[in-house]
Each structure stands twice: as C-alpha cells, then as structure tokens.
C-alpha cells in the first residue's frame, strides 16, 4: 500500500490548504492592484508574494509525497557470478 493511499485524509487536507494559501496570495494581489492612495498598497503587494512562495513550498511538500519511494514494494533484482 503506497504512502498517499494511507494517509490520504491528510494529503487532502494540505491541498485544500495550499489551495487556501494560493488564493489568498491572488486576493493580496488583487487589493494592490486595485488600491486607490498614494502609497500604492505597497503592503498588499508584499503579503501577497509571501503567500504565493508559502504556496508554491507547500504545494512542493505535498506533491514530493507522490513521488516517495515505496518501500514495501520494493524489487531487489540480483545477479549471478558466472563461472
């Protein structure tokens, strides 16, 4: 049985959360553009590439699970000595 498989509950539960992350990162981004002063929401602009690079790192987290080695299925090919 693979590792995603077994813990699948929270596999679903980190991409809801990297999905939450990623969209509120879009919302920041949206309110800097959007933003009507003179500062230029400067603020806004930076919550919003912290959220994203938070995201891209979870998303990494969580997609690495899928590309683990599965140890209990593992083939161990030999070889013999020729004489």
């Not at 809801?16 to 400067?42: D, N, P």
């Amino acid at each position: 049985m693979s590792y995603a498989k077994k813990d699948l509950k929270n596999v679903t539960a980190s991409i809801i959360g990297v999905v939450v992350t990623a969209a509120l990162a879009v919302w920041q981004f949206y309110l800097f553009v959007t933003f009507e002063g003179s500062q230029g929401g400067t603020s806004h602009l930076w919550w919003a590439i912290v959220m994203a690079l938070v995201a891209c790192g979870a998303a990494f987290m969580v997609f690495s699970v899928f590309v683990r080695h599965d140890t209990d299925d593992e083939l161990h090919i030999t070889s013999t000595r020729r004489a």
